[in-house]
Nanobody
Framework: QVQLQAYGGGLVQAGGSLRLSCAAS????????MGWYRQVPGKQRELVAL?????????HYADSVKGRFTISRDNAKNTVYLQMNSLKPEDTAVYYC?????????WGQGTLVTVSS
């Protein structure tokens, strides 16, 4: 069982930056995958960024955030981060951190990011 605590959301103007953090209750070194999804009301939850495996180089990003968002991890702190730069109003959503420790999936509670135009 893994407990996830996400934080860092808030209100920011378009063009601004935020950093989301997701702290896990146990070591993330052996986690199969970790990352961030987001969801707006009435739409499906969508992948934002993902790290596959125990390192930090196998990353995947949604096309809409490539070049603006960066996912990273700190194994010593059991934390995954999402640095979001050049934010746009369409980035407004509830962001959920996600961990996969096969065969189980774990979700954080969500943190709201609001980007004003």
């Amino acid at each position: 069982q893994v407990q996830l605590q996400a934080y860092g959301g808030g209100l920011v103007q378009a063009g601004g930056s935020l950093r989301l953090s997701c702290a896990a209750s146990r070591s993330i070194f052996s986690i199969n995958a970790m990352g961030w999804y987001r969801q707006v009301p009435g739409k499906q939850r969508e992948l934002v960024a993902l790290i596959i495996g125990s390192g930090s180089t196998n990353t995947h990003y949604a096309d809409s955030v490539k070049g603006r968002f960066t996912i990273s991890r700190d194994n010593a702190k059991n934390t995954v981060y999402l640095q979001m730069n050049s934010l746009k109003p369409e980035d407004t959503a509830v962001y959920y951190c996600y961990f996969r420790n096969s065969p189980y999936d774990y979700w954080g509670q969500g943190t709201l990011v609001t980007v004003s135009s």
